[in-house]
């Protein structure tokens, strides 16, 4: 079992940063490959990043793909998401996610195993 609590969301204006931090709780966490999506109201959960348990494979999001970037550190066992540059079409909650690794196709996938409770990230025009 796995808990997952994210951290860093809040209001910030088009241009600006965040950095989205999701501690998690539980035994083998450098097992896991870890995700952020992230959901507006009234649309389908989507896919922001993941990364694989050494931290050595990464996948990003085209519509965030060079303003954001996913690390982890499997020693205080938290994942890091940060982002740049950010638009009013961000805004969303996001959510922090965990799976047993068993391919890196899989942790693209949406259907992770663990969920944190979300961060709302609001970017202002």
């Known amino acids: 079992q796995v808990q997952l609590v994210e951290s860093g969301g809040g209001l910030v204006q088009a241009g600006g940063s965040l950095r989205l931090s999701c501690a998690a709780s539980g035994r083998a966490f450098s097992l896991y490959a870890m995700g952020w999506f992230r959901q507006t109201p009234g649309k389908q959960r989507e896919f922001v990043a993941a990364?694989?348990?050494?931290?050595?494979?990464?996948s990003y999001a085209d519509s965030m793909k060079g303003r954001i970037t996913i690390s982890r550190d499997n020693v205080k066992n938290t994942v890091t998401l940060q982002m740049t540059s950010l638009k009013p079409e961000d805004t969303a909650v996001y959510y922090c996610?965990?799976?047993?690794?068993?391919?890196?196709?899989?942790?693209?996938?949406?259907?992770?195993?663990?969920w944190g409770q979300g961060t709302q990230v609001t970017v202002s025009s």
């Open positions: 990364i694989s348990p050494s931290g050595g494979s990464t």
């Open positions: 996610a965990g799976r047993p690794y068993t391919g890196w196709n899989r942790a693209l996938m949406d259907d992770y195993d663990y």
